[in-house]
């Protein structure tokens, strides 16, 4: 499941939520929306299998959304290209298209900027997320990335991301972050 956590505009921690509802609510008043879908039998794991595992959920976003395709990212921890990677995933950014992600498996942390700070959203399977077009944000997969994840879309170039070149306070990547959700709530990962 999901647990969101604010931030102030110095970095420190504010209030943990770890309930759905509440996790939705927080994200909804800042433009983000978020849900969960049970977890289906992706059959042979293929992309199409899983498109067709999920179809009635996705249908549901690509009619909300406009979305016109959808592809899927996978990140294993042996990833050689990792660091370089994590550098660009981790510094602040903004879309022209909304960034829709779902989590078919693994685990990843979304910072999104507020007006009094930071939110900081950490999915798991299960999790769907939508970050507006024009939200600032960036993405950790921790020192040893393992995450699966559908993305969609529903502007041809909208997922380039524009960096903002903004200075961020100083934030728990994601590695910090679960060590400290689970110090403060017993928050278990999967
Ligand atoms: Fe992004």
Redesign the pocket.
Known sequence: MAALVTFDAQGRWGETLVCEARVRETLRAHGLDHGRWPLRDPGDGSLEAVLAAYGPELDGLRERLAVRSVDRVSLQPDHAGWPELRRQFTAE?V?ADA?IRFFLGGTGLFYVRTDTGHLGLLCEAGDWVV?PAGVR???DAGEQPDFDALRLFSAPDG?K?QPTGAPSPELPLLDAFVDQLIGLTGHAMD
């Open positions: 950014h879309h960034e970050v944000h960036f993405f997922w991301a």
